[in-house]
């Protein structure tokens, strides 16, 4: 259903609406705008009833240097969870994006990277177990072209490296649902077919992973018609994945081409890639979680990574009111049904 402009929800948060359909709703957090913005917290956890650690649960920030862990951030949004009853995803224990510097200069023979990315694993897993929820074990694994992405630790270890992960993540928290997630394998491509190969390979040999994250990360331009991926190829591909016995979340959701307050028309189109894509995930049985990447277009990784022409692409604004893509969430959750 196209969403109404007129759309006016009951004024009732996020967070309430996901509750009372036993979905979760999330964002990415930085530990330092919880403890520095007040408002930043409030509407946190108003809004959803599940976090993501935007940047300090990953290698880089934990282990700069080696052998010197720093929890002090990811404890920090551990415990703001905790405080308000809300459930941790955890990001990411292997992506070559946040992997330190010494690792990529270290001439660790096979062997070696296999035994500190084991500790590693078990570590930090160890360490949050019963407090996070799902991990994302590996990020990114698949090139654009759908192979195997060449990263330090397919160099390292060769390409069983996925496969070790999750088996060390399951051994530290049995209890925590592991996922692989990655971008633009959202809908049906040569990207998303290579996930699904592995994913499926994966179960096969009796690895233990139970979901896979689709980031979307997506700009108008991209959704719809004229563009690589729709609201059909989503579901499509959440079902092949389903068939599996796999969970899917949304995991890093901001839509870029909007920028500043936007003009009314765009702020809609941006409203309306929001509803589709929560009410694809709604309809679908496996999907069980969306979280956007941040949630005020005051904080966003797209400012820095792609440029002042896309920064608006979260549901609130920059002074944390919410926009119509705020209005467009809530009406997907309002019309998806309270659970029995
Ligand atoms: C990004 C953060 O938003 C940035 O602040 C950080 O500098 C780099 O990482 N895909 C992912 C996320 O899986 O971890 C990335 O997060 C955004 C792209």
């Known amino acids: ?64 240097q080696r052998g010197v862990l720093d ?56 360490r949050y177990r019963g407090r996070v929820m799902a991990w994302d074990v590996v990020n990114e694994g698949i090139s654009d072209q759908g192979g195997m992405r060449r990263t330090v630790w397919y160099n390292l270890i060769g390409e069983d490296y996925i496969e070790m992960a999750f088996r060390w993540a ?36 009796g690895a233990p992973i139970h979901g896979v994250g689709l980031q979307m990360h997506v700009s108008l331009s991209d959704f719809g018609r004229f563009g690589w991926l729709s609201a059909e190829q989503i579901a499509q591909n959440i079902e092949r994945l389903g068939a599996l016995g796999l969970q899917v979340h949304i995991t890093e959701m901001d839509v870029r081409g ?28 496996p999907c069980t979680a969306l979280l956007t990447w941040g949630f005020t277009d005051r904080h966003t990784w797209i400012r820095p990574f792609f440029g002042p022409a896309d920064a608006a692409p979260l549901p609130f604004d920059e002074g944390y009111q919410p926009k119509p893509a705020y209005d467009a969430l809530a009406q997907a959750l309002t019309e998806a049904g309270v659970s029995d």
């Not at 009372?20 to 409030?42: K, N, T």
């Not at 990411?92 to 062997?111: I, K, Q, Y």
């Not at 009314?264 to 309306?272: G, I, R, S, V, Y």
């Open 71 to 126: 929890f002090t951030g990811a404890d920090a949004i551990v415990a703001f969870a905790a405080a308000n009853d809300m459930a941790v995803r955890g990001h990411a224990l292997v992506w070559h994006g946040a992997t330190p510097a010494w690792v990529e200069r270290s001439n660790m023979t096979r062997d070696e990277a296999m035994a500190y990315l084991r500790t590693y694993i078990h570590t930090v897993v160890g």
């Open 170 to 205: 399951h051994e530290a928290d049995p209890d925590a649902l592991l996922f692989y997630n990655d971008y633009a394998a959202e809908g049906m491509n040569s990207k998303s077919d290579a996930v699904y190969e592995l994913v499926k390979g994966l179960l096969e040999r």
């Open 258 to 285: 909007v920028s500043g307050a936007g003009t009314p028309e765009l702020l809609e189109q941006q409203a309306q890639v929001y509803y589709d894509v929560l009410a694809t995930c709604l309809q679908a049985e």
């Open 1 to 64: 259903m196209p969403i109404s402009s007129a759309s006016q929800t009951s004024g009732t948060a996020l967070r309430a609406l996901a509750d009372a359909r036993g979905f979760s709703i999330g964002a990415a957090v930085q530990s330092g705008l919880i403890a520095d913005e007040p408002v930043y917290a409030e509407t946190l956890a108003r809004e959803f009833n599940m976090v993501v650690a935007e940047w300090e649960m990953k290698m880089d920030p934990i282990e700069r």
